[in-house]
């Protein structure tokens, strides 16, 4: 895992399910703190996730709290910032993408993410898109209301 990683190489690594890291432009870095924009980790624990960025709130504890309740059940786990974008259980591969809009950047990593995640085009924002050949935690099989 390089912190010189760029987006297309990324995409390829969350395809293969490697971990991966692109570097936050250095303003980011210094203004924030946080070191990457784009990120993929395998077999993340809650302390990972950290407050889940920008994921809303009823989101971020579920996925928490299911990282907790089974532990090594997230397999792979995208994050843009600090916000999770998309994450794969270890139990039947679900892949799990809340849909909610960011920022244009963290919409591009979303599209990145669901192409190699191959959950389909991410262009709707009526339906969330999920692959899931598993069982997958509740909220993320319903559609968005």
């Known amino acids: 895992m390089g912190s010189r990683t760029t987006l297309a190489q990324a995409e390829d690594c ?22 990457f924009s784009f990120q993929g980790l395998l077999r993340p624990d809650a302390r990972t996730v950290g ?8 989101c971020a504890r579920e996925l928490v709290e299911h990282m907790l309740e089974y532990p090594g059940a997230v397999r792979y786990l995208v ?3 600090e916000t999770p974008i998309a994450w794969e259980l270890e139990s039947g591969g679900a892949v799990c993408m809340p849909p ?9 990593h979303q599209g990145i993410a669901a192409r190699a995640l191959g959950v389909g085009k991410w262009d709707s924002w009526d339906k969330l898109p999920v692959r899931i050949p598993g069982k997958a935690p509740g909220w993320q099989d319903r559609e968005r209301g």
């Open 79 to 81: 994050l843009s910032y």
């Open 14 to 35: 969350i395809r293969r399910r490697e971990p991966f890291a692109v570097s936050a432009t250095h303003y980011m870095r210094e203004s924030t703190g946080v070191r």
């Open 100 to 108: 909610y809009r960011y920022s244009p950047t963290t919409n591009s």
């Open 51 to 58: 407050d889940c960025g920008l994921l809303p709130l009823h």
